[in-house]
């Protein structure tokens, strides 16, 4: 499976941003998809998740109430939306699709990653 990560760019604080994940292939419809993100210096951390049918989402604590993820399993889509960003939410996001159906915030759950896409909000 390859993915890829769209949708990264410069925005403002308080902005939005919608992050795109596509896989290669269909068989993706039937895994947890997740995003993660990495700041420089700082380890990579969990953003959201979602579950094969979108039954099952959770959330970072840090992000919930303002991103919101969703995936359409007919384009083997997983979707992130941004909004009211602030500073310190700039790092390089992966998309990662997962060894099961289910969602989750261990980043050892998931087997394929995206190459990233950038993400940087100005104060």
């Known amino acids: 499976v390859q993915l890829q990560a769209s949708g990264g760019g410069l925005v403002q604080a308080g902005g939005s941003l919608r992050l795109s994940c596509a896989a290669s292939r269909r068989t993706a419809s039937n895994n947890g998809v997740g995003w993660f993100r990495q700041a420089p210096g700082k380890e990579r951390e969990f953003v959201a998740a979602?579950?094969?049918?979108?039954?099952?989402?959770i959330y970072a604590d840090s992000v919930k109430g303002r991103f919101t993820i969703s995936r359409d399993n007919a384009k083997s889509a997983v979707n992130l939306q941004l909004s009211s960003l602030k500073p310190e939410d700039t790092a390089l996001y992966y998309c990662a699709v997962g060894y099961g159906s289910w969602a989750s915030a261990d980043s050892t759950q998931y087997a394929y990653w995206g190459q990233g896409t950038q993400v940087t909000v100005s104060s």
């Open positions: 979602i579950s094969w049918n979108g039954g099952r989402t």
